[in-house]
């Protein structure tokens, strides 16, 4: 009988694993620099718009909508921190260069 099903060389293999592994770097890459833009962002909305509360001088009515506030830009700040500190551990974080853009 013929054996229609197709053979790869190792070498073929390797290479495609080498394509698939520089995929996923990229990958790990994007999504820590897309955390870091918009989670940033949430966190700045957030911070300012808390302390643009305390100017207002409204007492305890808005304490809570200032404990929200907090709650969001730390917890953006924060995660933002962990995907960041993952990506580093396998050497994909991402960077900023001179120009403000990096792929690593």
Do not use: F
């Not at 495609?16 to 770097?25: D, K, N, P, Y």
């Not at 890459?29 to 509360?53: G, P, T, Y």
């Not at 962990?82 to 900023?96: D, F, L, P």
Request: with cysteine.
């Amino acid at each position: 009988m013929n054996d229609t099903t197709t053979q790869h060389s190792p070498n073929c293999n390797l290479q495609a694993a080498g394509v698939e592994i520089q995929e996923l770097r990229t990958a790990v890459n994007n999504m820590d620099r897309l955390s870091q833009e918009v989670l940033s962002e949430i966190a700045s909305i957030a911070k300012l718009a808390s302390h643009r509360i305390k100017t207002l001088k409204l007492g305890y009515q808005l304490l809570d909508v200032d404990n929200a506030l907090k709650a969001i830009w730390l917890r953006a700040e924060d995660i933002m921190n962990c995907i960041n500190c993952e990506a580093e551990q396998v050497e994909c974080n991402y960077k900023e260069d001179a120009e403000g853009d990096s792929y690593e």
